[in-house]
């Protein structure tokens, strides 16, 4: 990891796919020297919403412009829903005929809905150009803009339709999360502290320690949670880019909370919080199976709920929920393979769990909040 005056790098390293994530604190107006270093095209299609665009549309075009780069901007409204082909061809044509070549690149100012839908079109047109990635969301700096999965939705599921198309930069600026939602900022910590579980016991003891500093997003402190998170994700991303193994282990809680997101009609769990359900309900099931000690399993769901997130499914039905599962887009077979912590800091794939455990483990979720 290399630290300048204000700026802290980690590499994702891909070989000649290899790129920089850049993280500090008000560093959104040095962004167009940044993009000047990439020697891309003189001209970029900044992709944001009007939440975004409103808060750090300015700034960015600014820095860019003095930089010496012309910008085109292409608003997307906000939301989930708009993660779609009929949003991705509107972006096209304004690509299109802002005279976007080969040589310019896509930038994404937002979230992970902006982060994944820019992704998407930047792996696309014309065969791909460059791509650069200025994510605004906690979950976007410490997970989706990182490691290359681009993506629009498909009304028969989330994410089904994309690519693993790497960034060229992604430039994380922790002010911008000053203006972000107290919920969204948390449902962030849902994928930090899968981190923690996964990888990083004493990242995991960090976060139990410095709880109310991050909490009150204490600069430092969410620098040092930001580049921890991409150090552990570019490492399993330069292990295993395209998902043949070890990568499945960042799919910690997701294979339980898109379970969770998909049948409340993706209307009452934010991505975060249905992953935080499930990390609990993986954690459970790996006491059941004997992989994980109690003494662990006590100190995941206290550090859930210590960053405000919820452990339980309200009233769900348990068949329903297994029934999901097996939809996931991630079962293989019609197997569903689980990631299950065996401590914190390792976790396992597993082939599958049984049945009895399943429901043993969701009835006691079930009603809890
Ligand atoms: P999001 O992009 O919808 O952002 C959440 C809300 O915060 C939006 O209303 C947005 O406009 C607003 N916002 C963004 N930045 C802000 C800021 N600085 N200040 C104020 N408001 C701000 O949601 P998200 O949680 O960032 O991303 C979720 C998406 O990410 C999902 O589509 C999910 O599938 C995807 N994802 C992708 C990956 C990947 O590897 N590609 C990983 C995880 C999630
Ligand atoms: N968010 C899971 C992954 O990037 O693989």
Do not use: W
């Not at 940044?34 to 095209?41: A, E, F």
């Not at 910008?71 to 802002?98: C, H, N, Q």
């Not at 150009?129 to 989330?158: C, E, Y």
């Amino acid at each position: 990891m290399e630290k300048s005056k204000s700026i802290t790098t980690v590499k994702v390293d891909l070989g000649p796919k290899s790129y920089p994530i850049h993280i500090g604190a008000n560093i959104l107006p040095g962004l167009g020297d940044y993009v000047k270093r990439l020697g891309v095209g003189s001209r970029i299609m900044v992709v944001t919403n009007p939440t975004v665009g409103a808060l750090y549309g300015r700034q960015v075009s600014d820095s860019l412009e003095a930089a010496g780069f012309e910008t085109i901007v292409a608003e997307v409204p906000d939301g989930e829903k708009y993660k779609s082909l009929e949003s991705a061809a509107l972006l096209y044509d304004t690509a299109f005929t802002g005279g976007l070549d080969r040589s310019n690149a896509v930038l994404a100012l937002g979230g992970g809905v902006i982060g994944d839908l820019a992704g998407f079109i930047a792996a696309t047109y014309m065969r791909g150009v460059p791509f650069i990635q200025v994510p605004t969301t906690l979950l976007a700096q410490v997970d989706s803009s990182v490691g290359g999965k681009v993506a629009v939705n498909h009304p028969r599921g989330k994410n089904i339709i994309g690519a693993f198309y790497q960034p060229r930069m992604v430039f994380s600026d922790i002010n911008t999360l000053y203006t972000l939602e107290d919920r969204q900022f948390r449902a962030g910590m849902a994928e930090v502290i899968k981190y923690g579980i996964i990888r990083d016991r004493d990242f995991f003891t960090f976060l139990e320690r410095e709880a109310p500093a991050v909490r009150q997003l204490h600069i430092g402190t969410v620098i040092r949670v930001v580049e921890t998170s991409c150090r552990i994700k570019a490492e399993i991303v330069a292990e295993d880019e395209t998902e043949q193994g070890i990568r499945a282990i960042l799919n910690l809680g997701h294979t339980f909370g898109h379970a969770y997101e998909a049948l409340t009609g993706y209307s009452e769990f934010v991505h975060g919080e249905a992953v935080a359900i499930g990390m609990v309900s993986a954690a459970r099931a790996a006491v059941k199976t004997g992989l994980l000690p109690e003494p662990d399993l006590a100190r995941i769901e206290r550090l859930i709920a210590t960053y405000g997130l919820p452990c339980g499914f309200g009233n769900l039905d348990i068949a329903e929920i297994i029934e999901s599962m097996y939809h996931d887009k991630k079962a293989v077979g019609g197997k569903v393979r689980y990631v299950l912590p065996e401590t914190i800091g390792r976790a396992a794939i597993v082939p599958e769990i049984s049945h009895e455990i399943l429901k043993n483990v969701l009835q006691g979720q079930q009603n809890q909040v």
